[in-house]
C-alpha cells in the first residue's frame, strides 16, 4: 500500500531524525530503499541540538579561558587574568551565536542530504498503529515493509519535593550567562561535563554526588584524581549526597536540602544530571507488543530486531551504550543487512569513550578492577603519571594520568584509561590497535613521537 500524500510505497519508516535515525535513513536510501523520515523538531536529534555537539563547543571555550587565564604566568603581557572582567572572561552572546551557527549549517547539511538521497521527510511524530503502519499526528497513515524506531531518550529529575525548581542539560543550552553560583547533581557525564564547563567559564559550581566516587565504570584512581583536579580549579565536590528537596530561597535561586533536613548555601540555578530515560511513550509498543524492559527501553537482540517482525531499534530507546557513534554504527550495520546483502553484526566489544570534563578522561576495554574480577592475578597494571609540558612550563598543578591493563604472559592489552591534556585525541588511535588484539610489547617496538603525551603510552613501565 502507498503513503496517501506521496503516493511512495516505503520500504523503511524512521522515526526520529537524530544520530541514530538519520545514518540508518541515510545507509538504506544508498542502498536504493524508499525512505520515509519523521521528526517533528530539529534534524540531529539530541547529538546535534542538545548534547553532544553545543556541548563541545562549550568545552572548547572553557579549555581556552584555561589557557587564557595561565597565559600570564608564561608571559605573555596585556592578558588581564581573574573572573571579573578579564580577557578569559566569555561573553556566551558572542560565543552562543558561533556555536548556533554552527549548528545551522549542521541542520543545512543534513538537509541537503536527504533532497539529495530522495528520503522523504515528515516534520511530524509518528506512531506505531501496526508492524507496518505509522499514524502522524494529524492522522496520516504511511506503511513500510520495515520500520526503525530510533526516538532517542529524555533527561529525568530525582523524585523529590521542589524537583521542578532545577533545570537539565536542556535547559544548560539555553543559559546565555554563566549564573553566578551553580548546583549541579550527579557524578555521571553530564554532571561532570557540564560543572567543569561552567567553573571554567565563571560560575562556582558545587557538585552533589549520591556515591562516593565520580563516573562509574571509569577507572577508580584515574576518577579520584579527577576529583582533585576539579578541587584545584575551584568546583566544590561533595561526595555521598543524599538530596532530600529542593526549595526556593529568599532573594531568588534555590537552596538543596539533604536527606536529613540541612539546608545548603543558596544557589541562583540547579542543574540535574540524574541520568536519562528513553522515548518510548506514545510511541504505540504496546499496541503492536514491541517488548521493553522495566525502564522503558526497546528490548533489541544482536541484530538490533524488536519483538515484533520488521520492527527494529537502535539509539538511546534501546539497550546499547547511550553515545552517539555506537548508535550509527547499529544503524548503519541493520541497514547493510536489511537493504545491502551484507550480514555485518554491529561489535559491541571495546568501545572507546570520553569525558569531556577538564582535563578529559577516556577508557577503552576493561578497567583494572573489571580485569581483576575477571582474570585475577593473570592481570598485569601498568602506568604513567606525569605532567604535560604545558602545565609543567606554567607549573599548573594538574597531572595527567594513564593506565594500562594487560593480561596473560604475553601482557595483551585489555583496557586503556587516560586522565590528562589530550586524552580526548590520544584515545581513538590506541583503541584501534587494542582491537587489533596488541600486547605491551608491541607497544613498546613503536617508536615514541616526542615530546608528546601519547608516547606515554608506548613508554609504559
Ligand atoms: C548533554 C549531552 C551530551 C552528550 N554528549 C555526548 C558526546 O559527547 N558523545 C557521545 O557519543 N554521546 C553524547 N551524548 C549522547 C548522545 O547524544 C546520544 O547517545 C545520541 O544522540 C542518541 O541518538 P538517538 O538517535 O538514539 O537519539 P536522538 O539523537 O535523541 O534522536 C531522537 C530523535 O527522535 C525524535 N523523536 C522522539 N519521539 C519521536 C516520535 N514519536 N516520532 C518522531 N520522532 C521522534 C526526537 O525529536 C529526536 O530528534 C550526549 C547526550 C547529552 C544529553
Ligand atoms: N561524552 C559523552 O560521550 C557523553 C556525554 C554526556 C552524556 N553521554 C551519555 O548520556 C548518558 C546520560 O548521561 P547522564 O550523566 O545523565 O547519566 P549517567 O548515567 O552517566 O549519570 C547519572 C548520575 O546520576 C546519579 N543519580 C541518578 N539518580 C540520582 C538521584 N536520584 N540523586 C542523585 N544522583 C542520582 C547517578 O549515580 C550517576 O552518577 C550517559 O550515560 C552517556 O551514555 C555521553
Not at 587516560?418 to 613498546?444: N, P, S
Request: negative net charge.
Amino acid at each position: 500500500m502507498a503513503d496517501r500524500d506521496t503516493g511512495i510505497e516505503f520500504d523503511l519508516a524512521v522515526v526520529g531524525g537524530g544520530s541514530g535515525g538519520l545514518a540508518g535513513a541515510f545507509r538504506a536510501a544508498e542502498h536504493g530503499a524508499r525512505v520515509v523520515l519523521f521528526e517533528p523538531d530539529a534534524l540531529g536529534g539530541t547529538c546535534v541540538n542538545l548534547g553532544c555537539v553545543p556541548k563541545k563547543a562549550m568545552w572548547l571555550a572553557a579549555d581556552l579561558a584555561g589557557r587564557l587565564r595561565m597565559a600570564p604566568s608564561l608571559g605573555f603581557n596585556g592578558l588581564a587574568g581573574g573572573h571579573d572582567g578579564g580577557i578569559d572572561r566569555l561573553d556566551w552572546q558572542v560565543f552562543i551565536a558561533h556555536r548556533q551557527r554552527y549548528i545551522s549549517n549542521i541542520h543545512a547539511a543534513y538537509r541537503r542530504r536527504l533532497d539529495a538521497a530522495g528520503i522523504v521527510v515528515r516534520p511530524s511524530r509518528a506512531r506505531l498503529v501496526a508492524a507496518d503502519t505509522l499514524e502522524c499526528d494529524d492522522g496520516v497513515r504511511v506503511i513500510a515493509k520495515q520500520v526503525l524506531l530510533a526516538t532517542g531518550g529524555h533527561a529525568l529529575r530525582p523524585d523529590v519535593p521542589g524537583a521542578a525548581l532545577g533545570g537539565v542539560s536542556d535547559d544548560f543550552f539555553a543559559w546565555r550567562a554563566a549564573p553566578e553560583r551553580v548546583a549541579i547533581v550527579g557524578g555521571g557525564y553530564i554532571a561532570v561535563e557540564l560543572a567543569g564547563v561552567l567553573q571554567a567559564l565563571g560560575s562556582q559550581v558545587d557538585l552533589f554526588v549520591r556515591g562516593t566516587r565520580l563516573l562509574n565504570g571509569f577507572d577508580a584512581q584515574l576518577c579520584e584524581q579527577l576529583a582533585e583536579d576539579y578541587r584545584q580549579h575551584g568546583v566544590r565536590v561533595h561526595f555521598g549526597y543524599g538530596l532530600g528537596e529542593v526549595e526556593s530561597a529568599d532573594g531568588g535561586g534555590v537552596r538543596l536540602r539533604d536527606a536529613t533536613g540541612q539546608a545548603s548555601e543558596r544557589f541562583d540555578a540547579l542543574l540535574f544530571a540524574t541520568g536519562r530515560a528513553p522515548n518510548s511513550a506514545g510511541l504505540g509498543l504496546d499496541a503492536v507488543g514491541v517488548a521493553t524492559d522495566a525502564r522503558g527501553h526497546v528490548i533489541v537482540d544482536a541484530r538490533h530486531a524488536t519483538s515484533v517482525d520488521g520492527v527494529h531499534a537502535v539509539g538511546d530507546l534501546g539497550t546499547d551504550a547511550a553515545l552517539t557513534p555506537v548508535a550509527i554504527a547499529a544503524a548503519r550495520r541493520l541497514m547493510d543487512r536489511l537493504f545491502g546483502g551484507r550480514d555485518a553484526l554491529f561489535d559491541a566489544c571495546d568501545i572507546a569513550t570520553v569525558v569531556f570534563s577538564h582535563p578529559p578522561i577516556g577508557k577503552v576495554g576493561l578497567t583494572e578492577a573489571e580485569a581483576r574480577e575477571r582474570h585475577g592475578d593473570a592481570v598485569h597494571v601498568f602506568s604513567a603519571g606525569f605532567r604535560p609540558m604545558l602545565q609543567a612550563l606554567a607549573e599548573s598543578p594538574q597531572r595527567s594520568l594513564f593506565k594500562l591493563v594487560c593480561v596473560g604472559q604475553e601482557r595483551r592489552v585489555i583496557g586503556i584509561h587516560l586522565l590528562g591534556e589530550a586524552a580526548d585525541e590520544i584515545l581513538q588511535g590506541f583503541a584501534v590497535a587494542m582491537k587489533r588484539g596488541i600486547t605491551l610489547d608491541d607497544l613498546r617496538d613503536t617508536v615514541a613521537i616526542h615530546p608528546t603525551s601519547a608516547e606515554e603510552v608506548v613508554l609504559m613501565r
